[in-house]
């Protein structure tokens, strides 16, 4: 991703709580903050993702390999702390290099309050500039939040693929992928954020 494709950064926007947070790609200087972030998600949560985030090796490997090229993480951020986070994952070459994959997880104290939509947003946008045709999302079945949160924003199941991962104690899980057009996406994503937005009562699955 060149310099010029990730100009306007920090973001400012607003969630259901009426209050705003920052939106902003991750750099060098975050390593000990987004180390926090993912040590202070419940452990539910943390099961279905790919890395055992706990180990600070494994920030460490981010923020060394950080290429906006390939993955692109986007951090929100409130009151210096980092309350979610999303990357835009990249095939540079190949038949998949119009497919780009995408990841988000929230706090679950900032769960509900549109901030996982916002997060998707930006994403989409940054997908719709980059040139990509098609999102996907890999997903363990049972996280059914995380589901739920990509069906809310267009997306549709395309395979399940049985018993395909382990998860982080070992166990055997169905791997969800789910997949959306980029445009028909971005075209939704305006309407979507006024709708969270305007919906600041109710509980919103989609973070």
Do not use: C
Not at 147 to 173: A, N, P, T, W, Y
């Amino acid at each position: 991703m060149s310099i010029v494709q990730l100009r306007g950064y920090p973001k400012t926007v607003r969630i259901k709580d009426g209050s705003e947070i920052t939106l902003r790609p991750m750099t060098a200087g975050d390593r000990d903050g987004v180390l926090a972030f993912f040590r202070a998600l419940p452990e539910d949560d943390r099961m279905f993702l790919k890395h055992d985030v706990t180990h600070p090796e494994v920030v460490d490997r981010w923020v060394a390999g950080l290429d906006y090229e390939q993955v692109v993480p986007i951090l929100a951020i409130r009151d210096d702390r980092v309350i979610a986070d999303g990357t835009l994952h990249l095939n540079l070459h190949g038949w998949t290099r119009h497919i780009g994959d995408i990841r988000i997880v929230v706090a679950r104290d900032h769960q509900g309050l549109g901030v996982g939509t916002q997060m998707a947003r930006e994403l989409v946008g940054l997908a719709q500039q980059r040139g990509l045709e098609k999102l996907q999302a890999e997903v363990v079945e049972d996280a059914m939040g995380a589901i739920v949160m990509f069906q809310k924003l267009g997306f549709r199941i395309e395979v399940v693929r049985r018993q395909h991962v382990l998860d982080l104690k070992g166990q055997h899980r169905n791997l969800v992928i789910l997949v959306n057009n980029v445009e028909e996406l971005w075209g939704k994503m305006e309407d979507l954020i006024q709708d969270t937005l305007a919906g600041g009562h109710r509980r919103d699955v989609a973070g």
